[in-house]
């Protein structure tokens, strides 16, 4: 009898739900993303030319690559000031000037250093918006539909990185390899003020986020948002819980709490690992990696466009598997298939047959995994597992470790070829993605399905835990309560 009524109850909130609605302000909320794809990926084509330009070693290859994630990790540490200051939507049409002020800056210097601080200043719009983006989405989405709609922002990041392996392919085939070095890559790095634009005259379209509008003391104003999206019955019961989950504190201190601790420990644990199995290695140096199979410079740029059409065909395999197989499987499954193809790659790069399509083949396999996995799962887990009174501020401490550990990969892997190796550096890849395996499997919850109050709920249940118990005790016994088959639903 219980079963049947909380069926009708979801079916009944179901049918009330506004999809077209909330669908709608989630594509524009991750056009965000496509900033993030086009920054990732713009200097993959450029990087070559920048080298000749600016006649750069292996370390200014990588700070020519890297310099942009600076800045990204001071706007990630800022934006979750930003957005509890001045709202989710206000940081976000800041986040798009930015961008687009880099994006001008960076097509213009005849030195260096003048590409360096406007790559610094993208840096800052993009470490803004790669925080903001998926957690504004999970702010707005309905529970059921929650990963899905966070996940646009991993499609429109890898949908950026695809056109924009596009449009460096063709800017670069528009003259010759002399004018590649002295105007090709400026194209390359202007054509981004068109996305900046185009996101931030759609922000003037959407609304502030619900959540931060309760926390801020117009529970109002977020009851006629959720209205739109819910329905009556589920809006009104949705911003009670909200007021509820804001009742406590909020504050830096409240990090490192019992229970929310744990949290921001496995936020910050994907946040690293995500990037230091490799993927931004492949996505930032992908012509220049195929190269060494013995592909020319057009073949290279080529193949670079099929690595970012698998990148976009997976994710969207990924939103639409994250609702229903949970986050859990898809990242044990991707992280294992990620692990054997790196290790596959460094064995032919070590016996000496490196060069053909298997190599190819394989990085596209890899690129295929993470993107079902690692890529979108990461976004949506760091935006739902953080309680509502510290969520910007948690996100932006994760985010801020992900960009980090991308700032390490992308300076040292020019580096670390060079010094290591193809077949070691792959080696080192693929070990980071067994690692990732153990993480997921001892520590990582499944959140398929529970209210962004309802997570905090579980968390706050962990923290029950004796504070004189050892840490991984701890960690294991929190992780027990958080498993799907020892919580209520």
């Not at 800017?171 to 400026?186: K, L, N, P």
């Not at 997976?314 to 992280?335: C, E, H, N, Y």
């Not at 396999?365 to 597992?385: D, H």
Request: charged residues 15%.
């Amino acid at each position: 009898m219980t079963t049947t009524t909380s069926s009708e109850a979801r079916a009944g909130q179901d049918a009330q739900l506004n999809m077209k609605y909330v669908t709608l302000i989630s594509i524009i909320g991750a056009v965000g993303g496509l900033l993030f794809g086009f920054d990732t990926a713009v200097v993959s084509g450029a990087v070559g030319f920048l080298q000749d330009r600016f006649h750069l070693g292996d370390f200014g290859a990588g700070w020519a690559v890297s310099c942009l994630i600076i800045g990204a990790i001071v706007g990630a540490i800022a934006s979750g000031w930003l957005s509890d200051a001045l709202g989710r939507k206000k940081a976000l049409i800041g986040a798009a000037g930015l961008f687009i002020i880099g994006s001008i800056g960076t097509a213009l210097p005849d030195t260096f250093t003048g590409y360096v601080i406007a790559r610094m200043i993208s840096g800052l719009g993009i470490g803004i918006t790669s925080t903001l983006c998926p957690l504004y989405n999970a702010e707005i989405a309905p529970a059921r539909y929650r990963g899905r709609l966070v996940a646009l922002n991993q499609f429109a990041i890898v949908t950026g990185i695809f056109l924009t392996y596009f449009a460096n392919s063709g800017i670069a085939g528009s003259g010759s390899d002399a004018w590649d070095v002295t105007t090709g890559w400026r194209w390359m790095f202007g054509v981004g003020v068109i996305p900046g634009l185009i996101f931030m005259i759609l922000l003037f379209l959407v609304p502030e986020s619900p959540r931060w509008l309760i926390k801020k003391g117009r529970p109002e104003k977020a009851l006629n948002i959720l209205l739109r999206i819910h329905g009556e019955a589920a809006a009104k019961q949705e911003v009670l819980e909200i007021k509820e989950s804001f009742k406590q504190h909020s504050s830096m201190r409240e990090l490192f709490k019992p229970g929310i601790r744990f949290a921001l420990f496995v936020g910050i644990g994907l946040a690293v690992l995500q990037q230091v199995t490799g993927i931004n290695a492949i996505l930032y140096y992908a012509p220049e990696i195929l190269k060494q199979t013995g592909a020319g410079d057009n073949a290279a740029l080529i193949q670079t466009i099929l690595v970012g059409f698998i990148n976009m065909v997976f994710t969207v395999l990924s939103i639409w598997l994250i609702d229903k197989a949970g986050r859990k499987a898809l990242l044990l499954t991707g992280t294992s298939v990620m692990a054997v193809c790196l290790g596959l790659i460094g064995l032919l790069f070590h016996t000496g047959h490196s060069s053909g399509y298997l190599v190819l083949v394989l990085i596209l396999a890899y690129t295929a995994a993470f993107a079902v996995s690692l890529g979108p799962v990461v976004w949506v887990m760091l935006s739902e597992i953080f309680p509502n009174r510290v969520r910007g501020l948690a996100i932006s401490v994760a985010s801020m470790f992900l960009w980090v550990a991308d700032y390490a990969v992308s300076q040292s892997f020019p580096s670390l070829l060079s010094w290591a190796g193809s077949a070691a550096t792959y080696w080192i890849f693929g070990v980071m993605s067994v690692i990732t395996v153990i993480f997921t499997m001892v520590f990582v919850p499944e959140t398929k399905g529970r209210s962004l109050e309802q997570m905090e709920s579980l968390w706050n249940r962990g923290a029950t835990i004796d504070s004189q118990e050892d840490t991984s005790s701890s960690s294991m016994t929190i992780h027990s309560k958080l498993s799907p088959s020892n919580s209520k639903r």
